[in-house]
């Protein structure tokens, strides 16, 4: 049996929910299995029940973003998609209104998925914070956003940032320059959020007064840091000393954001990750929060979503080979 249903697109946000040339109708269209036809703003869905609710619910969602002010993007599209028929699709729609800070050309920030919400309310909350998932999940991102909305309303004196320099030995003495021009490249992500965010200028002057420091992880040693905001990216480069180092660091007044991607470790093959122990260690500490995003929280474009998937895929396959193997082997010898 099939149902038809009418829908008022507003004119002002038909082009914004469309997308160019209908490419988003298109993609909704192909997903549920539905027809879906435009005139003057009115669209009319044409399938089996089911399939029509779930256009019906993407659409109303797709327009009150727009009415929000949001450009509509292909991933919202398909994450809207991916959410239709699991009640969550008005929670993303809702979360559109926490808005952390805006960037330097007045771009809201703003957590774009569930699990990115949840990350940020975890920041919130929580002393420390672990966000842990794959390139894309706004992991570094939401977490500067964090700090500088903190350090513009006073609640912190500071802000540093810092990541682990992997190839602080011989490889790193063959770069030209001085130590910083070393080491900048390593810190290279975090200048280009602070510079999209903050400003060049207003980051150079609070750099000069000391106020915001990036810096490799090794100038983290013997420092007591308080009344910062803390970010420790790339932690899975971390050794277990260098984790422990870094969190014996923490002072009062600090909130510590630790990001993370745990399938992108450049560690020799023998060396354990400092994130990996430091998430079986801490696990029942209440005043720390883990934050685990996913594929679906990738927010870049959306082959990087499916390029994610398909490495979550592969390697899971691989890991249920080895385990079997394994097995295997292991009756074999008996």
Known sequence: MQEERLIEIPDEHARNVFGSFDIYLKKIEKEFKTDIIERNGTIKLVGNPAAVKACETVLNGLVELSMR??????????????????????????????????????????????????????IRTKMITFGIGPAGTGKTYLAMAMAIKAFKAGEVQRIILTRPAIEAGEKLGFLPGDLQQKIDPYLRPLYDALYNIMGAETFMANSEKGLIEVAPLAYMRGRTLDNAYIILDEAQNTTPAQMKMFLTRIGFGSKVIITGDLTQKDLDANQASGLDVALKVLAKIDDIGFAKLTAADVVRHPLVQKIVKAYDDYEAKKALRDKEKKNYDHQYRK
């Open 69 to 122: 002010g949001n450009d509509i993007t292909e991933q919202q599209v398909d994450y809207l998609i991916s959410l239709s028929d699991t009640g969550l699709l008005q929670e993303v729609v809702e979360i559109d209104k926490d808005i952390i800070c805006r960037s330097i050309t007045g771009k809201p920030i703003k957590p774009k998925t569930i699990g990115q919400k949840q990350y940020v309310d975890l």
